[in-house]
């Protein structure tokens, strides 16, 4: 009988981890664990988890952040130790319905595949797409774009079908991929992690991700990140944002290799500098100036 290890990370997430629980633990198939990794929070998110006594949470403390590849490394570990045939790294910023964790292994049964992703609604617009597939663009520098992003859900992305990347927002993986692919590069503290991971099993090409619509998902998108700072009634992108994803980009094309990918690194430094210009989202100042360039060369050394 198959045997789930759900891997979340919890980080100062005590406004939606109750609700998260509610979800797992209502769920049709109960043959599960959950491994919370939490990454040294400072709010109630502990006192919460310790008032639920039920004996499938298994939690790990870090001392301090670890990151979120580090992490979720420590989580599979224990999930493969205890012999979970399956390992399902979630986001506890989310809700779902019961019938999700059956879905998903049908879809992986019925379609001879090892990975599996739902379709991601926004929990504060669920009529709207977040996720609904993507694929590796390569004149994006290998970036995979969600399909179907912000536009209103009018079953346009319906079905069953393989993609080539998906979000560790919640993705189910047999145990094997890791056997095969390895772990989570713990270089990335966060951001590119899973964009790093799922890019090495579509080259590997022994595993394929399969996508499906029919489902419940709902995503408290940037709920528990920084990637968005309000100033003014202005939205702009917050330095760790900046920082985070300009450098593990670079990493990212580094590890792909190759003519293009390194030329593509050398675009990134006049495309990055052009943005500071152009971009709306970006503070016109030499802080913000200062934060592109020096991640940029902070990620060549990695």
């Known amino acids: 009988m198959e045997k789930i290890g759900l891997v979340t990370i919890t980080y100062n997430s005590a406004s939606v981890i109750r609700d998260f629980l509610e979800s797992t633990f209502s769920q049709t198939f109960q043959n599960f664990v959950i491994y919370i990794i939490d990454n040294n929070s400072q709010d109630e ?24 590849a580090k992490a979720n490394n420590q989580g599979i570990e224990l999930a493969l130790k205890d012999n979970c045939t399956q390992v399902l790294i979630i986001n506890n910023d989310v809700k779902f319905e019961k019938q999700l964790f059956n879905k998903m292994l049908q879809v992986q049964k019925n379609n001879n595949c090892s990975l599996v992703v739902p379709k991601m609604m926004y929990f504060d617009n669920p009529d709207y797409i977040w996720y609904a597939g993507s694929t590796f663009i390569k004149k994006k520098g ?29 993705l189910l993986v047999k145990k094997e991929v890791f056997l095969d692919i390895g772990m989570m590069d713990e270089k ?21 991700l399969f996508f499906f619509s029919d ?13 968005i700072e309000k100033e003014k009634k202005r939205e702009y992108r917050g330095d760790f944002f900046i ?13 792909i290799g190759g003519i293009y990918a390194y030329l593509f690194i050398i675009l990134l430094f006049f495309k990055n500098n052009l ?25 060549l050394i990695m």
């Open 45 to 68: 998110t502990l006192e919460i988890l310790t008032e639920n006594t039920d004996s499938r949470i298994k939690l790990m403390k870090n001392k301090k952040n670890v990151g979120v």
């Open 215 to 227: 489902t419940k998902f709902y995503h408290k998108v940037g709920s528990l990140t920084k990637s």
């Open 243 to 255: 920082k985070q994803n300009t450098k593990n980009h670079i990493y990212f094309l580094k590890k």
């Open 142 to 170: 290998f970036l995979p774009i969600h399909k179907g992003i912000k536009q209103k859900d009018t079953s346009q992305f319906d079905g069953i079908y393989p993609v080539e990347y998906a979000p560790t927002c919640c």
């Open 275 to 299: 943005g500071f210009i152009l971009n709306p989202n970006l503070r016109k100042n030499f802080h913000t100036w200062k934060i592109i360039n020096k991640s940029y060369f902070e990620g």
């Open 188 to 208: 990335y503290f966060v951001y590119f992690d899973d964009t790093d991971f799922l890019y090495r099993v579509l080259k590997d090409k022994r595993h394929k």
